[in-house]
T-cell receptor, first 113, second 113 residues
């Protein structure tokens, strides 16, 4: 079954703790993205990666870190430096080419208590 | 980065056509126009995209103004399942941002039975 897996769907953490969100894809896509969505708002780009071992900051990268050691995986770590981490986090992929569509995972809803 | 402007919300009756507008007056020559939609608590899904010419697919039609400063997503017969937030975005594939994508707040479509 091809697609993008994000786990877990719901995640709770205490304030001050780092947490890593998983994103795995078997679509063989080169580019991967992480977005954050707050209630009633659009998506904001955190980080993106066009190729293995390379990634770029998006518009709101502060307090987040990523790695891209494998084509299939693009984990996002929400660090204690992120002031308002409670949000809906979406991972996406895109195959090669200029205008190709993005495919989104089901998302992880992170709540920091 | 070029931005898009969409109405916050629109309402439609079931089985009637819906025209969702999007303004992108600062669009560059290499920006593709993409539309996505997002159901509650899910990741966005691709609807359609275009560059200069009007486009049709099984989900919708995309009408692009001759000057490319605006576009309209057309749902030919709205159903209750079409109730979602619709995002009009520009894909900057020629600038330093590479495959960077910016999502706005989108248009929330309400469909009445």
């Amino acid at each position: 079954d091809g697609g993008i897996t994000q786990s877990p769907k719901y995640l709770f953490r205490k304030e001050g703790q780092n947490v890593t969100l998983s994103c795995e894809q078997n679509l063989n896509h080169d580019a991967m993205y992480w977005y954050r969505q707050d209630p009633g708002q659009g998506l904001r780009l955190i980080y993106y990666s066009q190729i293995v071992n390379d990634f770029q900051k998006g518009d709101i990268a502060e307090g987040y870190s990523v790695s891209r050691e494998k084509k299939e995986s693009f984990p996002l770590t929400v660090t204690s430096a992120q002031k308002n981490p409670t949000a809906f986090y979406l991972c996406a992929t895109q195959s090669g080419g200029q205008a190709n569509e993005q495919f989104f995972g089901p998302g992880t809803r992170l709540t920091v208590l | 980065d070029a931005k898009t402007t969409q109405p916050n919300s629109m309402e439609s009756n079931e089985e009637e056509p819906v025209h969702l507008p999007c303004n992108h007056s600062t669009i560059s020559g290499t920006d593709y126009i993409h539309w996505y939609r997002q159901l509650p608590s899910q990741g966005p899904e691709y609807v359609i995209h275009g560059l200069t010419s009007n486009v049709n697919n099984r989900m919708a039609s995309l009408a692009i103004a001759e000057d490319r400063k605006s576009s309209t997503l057309i749902l030919h017969r709205a159903t209750l399942r079409d109730a979602a937030v619709y995002y009009c975005i520009l894909r900057d594939v020629a600038g330093t941002g590479g495959f960077k994508t910016i999502f706005g707040a989108g248009t929330r479509l309400f469909v009445k039975a």
